[in-house]
């Protein structure tokens, strides 16, 4: 079976070999959004062993760097104050409210 992973040492390795990406932060957002849908629409029966193991670890750093770019992204709303478009007083109330993040 041949791997789209082979080759990339998962764990220092980025694993972005693909085509040209927008530098637009909405536009990738909307694009995680299409790649999150259609993986859980897909069977990760297909993959076995060493592929299925390469794939675990190149989503879960997938979803440390989208953990990270989620913080830089709080971090504007607060500097701007955007929360209070949407009525909030401050980031907290934006995020357990509108967001539904943690504890309200």
């Known amino acids: 079976m041949t791997s789209t992973f082979k080759g990339v040492n998962p764990m220092t390795e980025p694993a972005h070999d693909g085509p040209a990406l927008p530098d637009s932060p909405a536009e990738l957002i909307a694009l995680g959004e299409a790649v999150a849908a259609k993986l ?60 539904r993040v943690g504890p309200p």
């Open 40 to 99: 859980n629409e897909v069977s990760f029966a297909s993959l076995a062993g060493d592929d299925l193991l390469a794939a675990a670890e190149a989503d879960e750093r997938t979803r440390s760097r989208r953990e990270a770019a989620t913080t830089s992204l709080m971090i504007e709303i607060n500097d701007q104050y955007a929360f209070h478009t949407r009525g909030f007083q401050n980031i907290q109330k934006y995020m357990t409210t509108g967001l």
